[in-house]
Nanobody
């Protein structure tokens, strides 16, 4: 059984940083990608970043390029999201996701989410 457990959310002032972690277990080799989605109040869930477990490719949505970095530790089966220069509009519940590719349709297994609140 695949499990995804997020941690690292919290409250921070604008300009600050947070690092989210997603510990995984039970993954199969065919599930070769991880990502982070977010959902702000009243908005649809959006894919923020994604990465192949091989590290060969990543995706970043335009609004976070240069501020967020996704990385993975294959030995620990953990994916990280380093978020710098946070803005109030980054406030959302962040969900770790697992799947078969970098695009939203292929990331089909979700964690429970962790709240990120950025105050201006």
């Amino acid at each position: 059984q695949v499990q995804l457990v997020e941690s690292g959310g919290g409250s921070v002032q604008a300009g600050g940083s947070l690092r989210l972690s997603c510990a995984t277990s039970g993954l199969t080799d065919s599930r070769n990608a991880m990502g982070w989605f977010r959902q702000a109040p009243g908005k649809e869930r959006e894919l923020v970043v994604s990465i192949l477990w091989s590290g060969a490719s990543t995706y970043y949505t335009n609004s976070v390029k240069g501020r967020f970095t996704i990385s993975r530790d294959t030995a620990k089966n953990t994916v990280y999201l380093q978020m710098n220069s946070l803005k109030a509009k980054d406030t959302a519940v962040y969900y770790c996701a697992d799947g078969y590719g970098l695009i939203p349709a292929l990331l089909d297994l979700w964690g429970q989410g962790t709240q990120v609140t950025v105050s201006s």
